[in-house]
């Protein structure tokens, strides 16, 4: 495995097992079980590591308060340069960073470099923030008086990801992170820690040519459930960053607001797209099987409900079979494959399961969903994405299984079909085809989607850096990346200057 000696990973090891807890100064051991990461791709051991425990908690959360006094002070431009050069080294080793993806998710290179990219991306959008993190200048009712706001760095943040963008969802957090003034603890995946520490190693390079910044701004502590809770309930952490399931999420948001702590959650995702009588299909066509079939159905933006017209569903449905039977199933880091594994066993168990309720529930599978074994590595869960056809009221269509299952619904008026899109848990994506500008800005109105991304004449994943990322209901509020995202990592002040001789209390009080 060469990407990892290139980047130097293969350092941050005692024996064969890996550091857990890394903070720049300190390059730790777990304390707690052993665990063993596997590849998707043929079931093989990548890495051991031991859990981090939270009892190895206490000293990483001062490293990352004394860390953050001395980034907190650091101009921000400075920290815009940081991350600049940390973009620069992504840049350069954006083939090998890819390829750990791939082993680590099993997701196909063309979108493993597309999600280095992400990270690329959000760099250069970060370093443009770090001369831009605006407050306001506000009028006063005082003679004599001026008011302004004020956005200041808001302490150690921890970032709480999972496999499937191992890399990018990191990078939003960090990238806008450092630059606002705050450290960051990352929490991997356990399915992907050689991602976690390729970005460290990346990162901490760049860290050894900038004495001012301190080490411990980007660390990292690999470990289980029990950690997460720890870092959850610890006031060391103004905000925490979580991605990943719904249940996930609501433990972490309970714990950290029993400390009346910030939570920004990326959550799960019921994506549907409407596909109107007036559509291109030709063009729906191609963003339907990219987004529900592409990364094997586990992005958080996957298409999981298609809503169609039933004046063109049996002939895009027809369409569609015939586009996932021509998709090349098989190994990721092979060129020309389309579709890679399963994360693991697990998750082909939940896939199956929500398949066989999908038809207990009268659904008809009318393409895919079996495990495919001929002409890619044995151990691995490969499978055929699966078409199914299905009532839009079928308790099934209401989860999000993290696999490629599609499930294909009916509408008759354009206004059900907003219903059906929107009477899901969760409220992450949404697209819909169609050329009538009615439909369209009906659907972006406030009486249209009530996702967080609504998308016209283009599928429901695949989102750009530029804007905020992330959703409602049960997604769980949090937007991240994009646009004023950043605010999420500092805290606001209001300040009154009062440069006269006397001093006029506001709403015209006498006190005197
Ligand atoms: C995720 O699946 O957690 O919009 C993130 C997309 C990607 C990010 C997905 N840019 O599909």
């Not at 989102?463 to 605010?487: H, L, M, P, V």
Request: glycine content about 10%.
């Amino acid at each position: 495995l060469t990407c990892l000696e290139t980047l130097g990973i293969n350092s941050l090891k005692q024996g064969d097992r890996y550091f857990s807890v890394l903070t720049g100064n300190v390059c730790e051991m777990g304390q707690g079980d052993a665990f063993s990461a596997h590849s998707p791709i043929d079931g093989a051991v990548l890495s051991q590591f031991n859990n981090a425990v939270p009892e190895q908690l206490s000293s990483v959360a001062s490293e990352l308060q004394d860390a953050f006094k001395a980034l907190r002070v650091i101009p921000a431009p400075r920290r815009g340069e940081l991350v600049r050069r940390i973009g620069e080294e992504a840049r350069k080793y954006k083939e090998e960073l890819a390829q750990v993806i791939s082993l680590e998710a099993g997701k196909i290179l063309p979108e493993a470099l597309g999600e280095v990219q992400e990270w690329i991306d959000v760099c250069d959008f970060a370093v443009g923030q770090s001369r831009m993190l605006h407050g306001l200048s506000i009028v006063s009712e005082r003679p004599g008086h001026r008011m302004m706001e004020q956005w200041q760095p808001l302490g150690p943040v921890a970032v709480i990801t999972a496999f499937n963008f191992p890399m990018a969802v990191w990078a939003w957090n960090a990238m806008l992170g450092l630059v606002c003034g705050d450290p960051i603890l990352l929490k991997p995946s356990e399915k992907a820690p050689l991602c976690a520490l390729a970005m460290y190693q990346i990162a901490q390079n760049v860290i050894a040519d900038m004495p001012d910044i301190p080490k411990a701004s980007v660390s990292v502590m690999i470990g289980g459930r029990d950690l997460g809770e720890a870092i959850a309930s610890n006031p060391v952490f103004p905000l925490v960053s979580a991605t990943g399931s719904t249940a996930m999420g609501k433990a972490v948001a309970q714990t950290v607001a029993a400390r009346l702590g910030r939570s920004l959650l990326e959550l799960g995702g019921n994506n549907a797209m409407i596909v109107s009588p007036t559509a291109d299909l030709d063009l729906a066509l191609r963003a339907i099987v990219f987004s529900a079939a592409g990364t094997a159905g586990q992005r958080c933006t996957t298409l999981r409900r298609l809503i169609t017209h039933e004046s063109v569903v049996d002939g895009l449905v027809e369409r569609l079979v015939k586009s996932y039977s021509s998709l090349s199933i098989g190994n990721p880091m092979e060129e020309g494959n389309l579709v890679g594994p399963l994360i693991d066993e697990g998750s082909f168990g939940r896939m199956q399961a929500s398949l066989a309720a999908a038809k207990e529930q009268g659904g008809e599978v009318v393409y895919g969903g079996e495990r495919v074994t001929e002409g890619v590595p044995a151990s691995g869960f490969y499978v055929k994405p699966a078409i199914v056809r299905i009532a839009h009221d079928a308790p099934i269509v209401q989860e999000e299984t993290f696999a490629p299952i599609l499930y294909v619904l009916t509408y008759s008026e354009f206004e059900d079909a907003i219903e059906i899109q929107n009477n899901v848990p969760q409220g992450l994506s949404s697209a819909v085809f169609t050329e009538s500008m009615r439909e369209a800005e009906l659907f972006m109105s406030p009486a249209g989607s009530d996702c967080g991304i609504a998308n016209v004449n283009i599928g429901t994943s695949g989102a750009e850096i530029g804007g905020a990322f992330g959703g409602e209901k049960e997604t769980g509020g949090g937007r991240e990346s994009g646009s004023d995202a950043w605010r999420n990592y500092m805290r606001r002040t209001t300040n009154t200057i009062n440069y006269g001789g006397d001093l006029p209390l506001a709403q015209g009080i006498v006190f005197e």
